[in-house]
């Protein structure tokens, strides 16, 4: 199975470098994982309905070009759907069993994401009401994304 996470942007923290770096290491046991990082527009101070369309579409032009053609693609979006991690763990094996052996995670920059990345969209998932940092949601979602491979697998994991 291939994993991918598309992601609007570059982390420089450490700590959170650290942290995908591990769940990196531990997912590599259970799958060819990847982290493929699109460039940020500059959004100015103040920006307008349409001056931040605009950025979303041009992030989304980089977005799309990266999602592999046959994979099976989540957004990650405030409005999507939220499940529990038993739940996300059986839509992960159950894609699997579709066919399908690539799986794409999007997450979009600081501003969302454009309505052509949603309608690409195989699903919306949404971690929460509460908004994260997108930078934040990568280890939230690598986290869950190696829980549901421990569960899917019948291994002890903390719950």
Do not use: W
Not at 80 to 98: H, N, P
């Amino acid at each position: 199975m291939n994993i991918s996470i598309i992601t609007v942007g570059k982390i420089k923290e450490k700590y959170l470098k650290d942290a995908i770096e591990e769940y990196s290491k531990r997912l590599s046991k259970y799958c060819k994982f990847y982290i493929i990082e699109v460039p940020d527009e500059q959004t100015k101070e103040n920006a307008s309905e349409v001056e931040l369309d605009l950025v979303k579409e041009k992030e989304a032009e980089r977005i799309l070009a990266k999602i592999p053609k046959d994979a099976y693609v989540f957004s990650l979006e405030i409005e999507g759907k939220q499940m529990d991690s038993v739940a996300f763990a059986k839509e992960l094996s159950s894609i699997t069993v579709k066919g399908k052996s690539h799986i794409a995670f999007v997450i979009g920059g600081s501003i969302g994401l454009h309505k052509s990345v949603s309608d690409r969209a195989n699903e919306h998932l949404s971690f929460s009401k509460m908004t994260f940092p997108h930078q934040l949601m990568r280890v939230i979602l690598l986290e869950q994304i190696y829980r549901a491979f421990r569960i899917n697998n019948n291994e002890p994991y903390h719950k």
